[in-house]
């Protein structure tokens, strides 16, 4: 099908200003333009056809900074344009942007998941002081739930795929509070470009915290 060069010149020009706006809003500028021309009244839809195809990082730290970056531009996205209350968008749009966004808080749930046992292990403290029907009640609806969601859109994934991303989502908690924190309290916050070529070095510094509580469990295991 083709179009009348008006027509198209008029999207071009269209799109390159919302792209140009999300870049000054945000450094997780394709999320943001994307929400913006579906607020505009665009649709997206699946197109069955390789047209680009892009480097994936290739390094822990460059995979980390590359994490770190979008996650601070989601959170950007949410204090200056919450999805919630944009115009244009169609309930669904909301709730799947909002969900995005987020889902970079889960760093904080995980702190407190992994410092529970830890807490027991060097105190006796027990988190949970019931193990009866209100335990029942309040827990397993919600943990059928979340595995019935999570196998619904992990159907067809290997299992052990499924598992690695579970970890590595765990793994992440410092990352994630670390992008919360910096957005939160007004840190400057520059676009770094991920490196495109296998970065060397020793990154023991960048997962301390994971290594931390590793040692942790492995002392009272012990």
Same mark, same amino acid.
Request: hydrophobic share 45%; glycine share 4%.
């Given at each position: 099908?083709?179009?009348?060069?008006?027509?198209?010149?008029?999207?071009?020009?269209?799109?390159?200003? %919302?792209?140009?706006?999300?870049?000054?809003?945000? $450094?997780?500028?394709?999320?943001?333009?994307?929400?913006? *021309?579906?607020?505009?009244?665009?649709?997206? !839809?699946?197109?069955?056809?390789? @047209?680009?195809?892009?480097?994936?990082?290739?390094?822990?730290?460059?995979? =980390?900074?590359? #994490?770190? #970056?979008?996650?601070?531009?989601? !959170?950007?996205? *949410?204090?200056?344009?919450?999805?919630?209350?944009? $115009?244009?968008?169609?309930?669904?749009?909301? &709730?799947?942007?909002?969900?995005?966004? +987020?889902?970079?808080?889960?760093?904080?749930?995980? &702190?407190?998941? %992994?410092?529970?046992? %830890?807490?027991?292990?060097?105190?006796? !403290? $027990?988190?949970?002081?019931? +193990?009866?029907?209100?335990?029942?009640?309040?827990?397993?609806?919600?943990?059928? !739930?979340? #595995?019935?969601?999570?196998?619904?859109?992990?159907?067809?994934?290997?299992? #052990?795929?499924?598992?690695?991303?579970?970890? +590595?989502? $765990?793994? *992440?908690?410092?990352? =994630?509070?670390?992008?919360? &924190?910096?957005?939160?309290?007004?840190?400057?916050?520059?676009?770094?470009?991920?490196?495109?070529?296998?970065?060397?070095?020793? +990154?023991?510094? @960048?997962?301390?915290?994971?290594? *931390?509580?590793?040692?942790?469990?492995?002392?009272?295991?012990?």
């Amino acid at each position: 099908m083709l179009l009348p060069e008006n027509f198209s010149r008029k999207c071009t020009e269209f799109c390159s200003e %919302i792209k140009y706006e999300s870049y000054n809003n945000s $450094i997780t500028e394709d999320m943001n333009t994307a929400m913006r *021309l579906h607020g505009a009244g665009w649709k997206s !839809i699946y197109h069955n056809e390789l @047209l680009a195809e892009g480097l994936a990082p290739d390094d822990l730290s460059s995979t =980390l900074k590359q #994490r770190l #970056r979008w996650a601070q531009g989601t !959170i950007q996205v *949410l204090l200056r344009e919450n999805p919630l209350t944009k $115009i244009g968008l169609t309930f669904w749009q909301r &709730l799947q942007y909002f969900k995005t966004m +987020y889902s970079y808080f889960s760093g904080f749930a995980t &702190l407190i998941f %992994i410092a529970c046992p %830890i807490i027991y292990f060097f105190t006796d !403290i $027990i988190p949970v002081k019931t +193990y009866g029907p209100d335990f029942a009640l309040h827990f397993f609806p919600a943990f059928i !739930i979340n #595995r019935l969601t999570f196998l619904a859109a992990t159907w067809g994934i290997p299992a #052990r795929e499924v598992w690695r991303s579970e970890q +590595y989502a $765990i793994a *992440l908690f410092p990352l =994630l509070i670390q992008a919360v &924190l910096s957005v939160f309290t007004g840190q400057k916050i520059n676009f770094q470009v991920t490196p495109k070529q296998r970065q060397s070095g020793i +990154y023991f510094r @960048l997962v301390w915290p994971q290594l *931390l509580v590793f040692s942790l469990f492995a002392h009272k295991l012990d």
